[in-house]
């Protein structure tokens, strides 16, 4: 039985404990604020609740997993509910288009109503991912992987120069397709320029596996991972920040704390790795995705009627997304800007003719600093700046022996399933008691 210490209680963290808990570790997490979950917490005000950090995720199949064998299945805990539109699309010139998850069949119908052939075009963009999607599963996101040997066609993959702009450039003459494919990643604050093509990949795992979200909010997801480390006794220290590693003859040995040492065998890092002057020299050149503006907005009277989540494209992007938890009669928006905001992000709406400014009875503004400060870094992880990016990470492994690396920055990509994939490497590379 190894003496795990786990830095972080975000996501990344909670997966990795229960995991390794379950392997028969004996494990410690330590969280530098006074409650677990980091970006899957609420937000709350007058009544109003929203989920400040992600509303939804792919492939479910990671969270079915990581309870399958952490102990009771996901179904006893949480329900999992599919969304039948991924987003919905408002370009400025009036158009709009409604993506549909987790069919080939009904995104085709659903392009084709933006203009004659479009839903082929789009089909066939998000078909040319499959080969990548496998390559990318099999040799990167389900097992350990070894930077400096790498399978051949993974190498070919990662190391490809294709950047994610000029293949939608080629693929897309219609420059409101390229916006679609572009945004999940210009929500995320990158650059096109300097994503990977095969990154888009994300659109084939849309299509394929659709967008779940989680019943009552994504924090519930938070809470019973909680409740899953006390069930197979995880020692959980809140309020308890990590200074940094230990390390004697290049072997980690304890975690620092203000109060003291936390003596380990195996230490798991899910955190911004640059919070550990240990580790932060090999992070040297890479930085971290800044989140967005965020604006959470308590509404009351009649409200225009919109799907969970709708984009208006311009300059500034806005992401809207309705599914907050509101008194009745009320409503609960969350709208996250991303671009030049030079004007209230209630104004900006309006101009797209989505006008709430006469609703609002109550409102919470969250600047990208405020983000980071309250989370301790970013939960969008990596800043993508070309291919080498990837092997610029750590993680699961990391050089120093017997540290691993889970959580966003320890990704191929933000977001909950990627996170919760990280922590079932560090799982497999750590092993069972």
């Given at each position: 039985?190894?003496?795990?210490?786990?830095?972080?209680?975000?996501?990344?963290?909670?997966?990795?404990?229960?995991?390794?808990?379950?392997?028969?570790?004996?494990?410690?997490?330590?969280?530098?604020?006074?409650?677990?979950?980091?970006?899957?917490?609420?937000?709350?005000?007058?009544?109003?609740?929203?989920?400040?950090?992600?509303?939804?995720?792919?492939?479910?199949?990671?969270?079915?997993?990581?309870?399958?064998?952490?102990?009771?299945?996901?179904?006893?805990?949480?329900?999992?509910?599919?969304?039948?539109?991924?987003?919905?699309?408002?370009?400025?010139?009036?158009?709009?288009?409604?993506?549909?998850?987790?069919?080939?069949?009904?995104?085709?119908?659903?392009?084709?109503?933006?203009?004659?052939?479009?839903?082929?075009?789009?089909?066939?963009?998000?078909?040319?991912?499959?080969?990548?999607?496998?390559?990318?599963?099999?040799?990167?996101?389900?097992?350990?992987?070894?930077?400096?040997?790498?399978?051949?066609?993974?190498?070919?993959?990662?190391?490809?120069?294709?950047?994610?702009?000029?293949?939608?450039?080629r693929t897309f003459k219609d420059d409101r397709l390229r916006e679609i494919a572009g945004h999940p990643f210009v929500a995320e604050g990158?650059?096109?320029?300097?994503?990977?093509?095969?990154?888009?990949?994300?659109?084939?795992?849309?299509?394929?596996?659709?967008?779940?979200?989680?019943?009552?909010?994504?924090?519930?997801?938070?809470?019973?991972?909680?409740?899953?480390?006390?069930?197979?006794?995880?020692?959980?220290?809140?309020?308890?920040?990590?200074?940094?590693?230990?390390?004697?003859?290049?072997?980690?040995?304890?975690?620092?704390?203000e109060t003291g040492q936390l003596d380990a065998d195996v230490v798991v890092c899910a955190i911004d790795p640059r919070r550990l002057p240990?580790?932060?020299?090999?992070?040297?050149?890479?930085?971290?995705?800044?989140?967005?503006?965020?604006?959470?907005?308590?509404?009351?009277?009649?409200?225009?009627?919109?799907?969970?989540?709708?984009?208006?494209?311009?300059?500034?992007?806005?992401?809207?997304?309705?599914?907050?938890?509101?008194?009745?009669?009320?409503?609960?928006?969350?709208?996250?800007?991303?671009?030049?905001?030079?004007?209230?992000?209630?104004?900006?709406?309006?101009?797209?003719?989505?006008?709430?400014?006469?609703?609002?009875?109550?409102?919470?503004?969250?600047?990208?600093?405020?983000?980071?400060?309250?989370?301790?870094?970013?939960?969008?992880?990596?800043?993508?700046?070309?291919?080498?990016?990837?092997?610029?990470?750590?993680?699961?492994?990391?050089?120093?022996?017997?540290?691993?690396?889970?959580?966003?920055?320890?990704?191929?990509?933000?977001?909950?399933?990627?996170?919760?994939?990280?922590?079932?490497?560090?799982?497999?590379?750590?092993?069972?008691?």
């Open positions: 039985m190894a003496r795990v210490v786990v830095v972080g209680g975000g996501f990344g963290g909670l997966a990795s404990a229960a995991r390794l808990a379950k392997l028969g570790h004996d494990v410690t997490l330590l969280e530098r604020s006074e409650t677990l979950g980091g970006a899957l917490s609420l937000e709350s005000e007058d009544g109003f609740a929203w989920d400040a950090g992600p509303t939804a995720t792919l492939l479910p199949a990671v969270i079915r997993d990581l309870f399958r064998k952490s102990g009771r299945p996901v179904e006893k805990e949480l329900e999992l509910e599919p969304l039948e539109v991924i987003r919905e699309h408002r370009f400025e010139d009036d158009t709009r288009v409604s993506v549909p998850g987790g069919s080939r069949a009904a995104q085709a119908e659903a392009f084709d109503a933006m203009g004659p052939g479009l839903g082929q075009v789009w089909v066939d963009h998000v078909a040319s991912y499959a080969d990548d999607w496998d390559v990318l599963r099999r040799g990167y996101l389900e097992q350990p992987w070894d930077r400096d040997n790498l399978p051949r066609d993974l190498a070919a993959l990662l190391e490809s120069r294709e950047v994610l702009h000029k293949r939608l450039k990158h650059d096109l320029r300097n994503v990977p093509a095969w990154a888009g990949v994300l659109a084939y795992v849309e299509q394929r596996f659709g967008v779940w979200t989680v019943s009552g909010g994504m924090a519930a997801l938070a809470t019973a991972l909680g409740d899953r480390l006390a069930t197979r006794g995880v020692t959980v220290l809140t309020g308890t920040p990590a200074r940094d590693l230990v390390v004697r003859d290049g072997r980690v040995v304890a975690v620092a704390t240990t580790l932060a020299p090999f992070v040297q050149r890479t930085m971290p995705a800044i989140p967005p503006v965020v604006c959470h907005l308590g509404l009351a009277g009649e409200v225009p009627d919109l799907p969970r989540e709708v984009v208006l494209h311009g300059d500034p992007v806005l992401t809207i997304r309705t599914g907050g938890r509101a008194p009745d009669g009320c409503a609960a928006w969350t709208v996250h800007g991303r671009g030049r905001l030079a004007e209230d992000i209630t104004r900006a709406m309006a101009r797209h003719r989505i006008d709430v400014r006469p609703n609002v009875v109550t409102r919470v503004d969250r600047s990208p600093r405020d983000l980071v400060e309250r989370w301790g870094g970013s939960p969008l992880g990596v800043l993508w700046q070309g291919r080498a990016t990837v092997k610029q990470r750590l993680g699961p492994t990391t050089p120093i022996a017997g540290v691993y690396a889970a959580g966003a920055h320890a990704t191929p990509g933000s977001g909950l399933p990627f996170v919760g994939l990280s922590a079932a490497l560090v799982a497999q590379a750590i092993g069972p008691a």
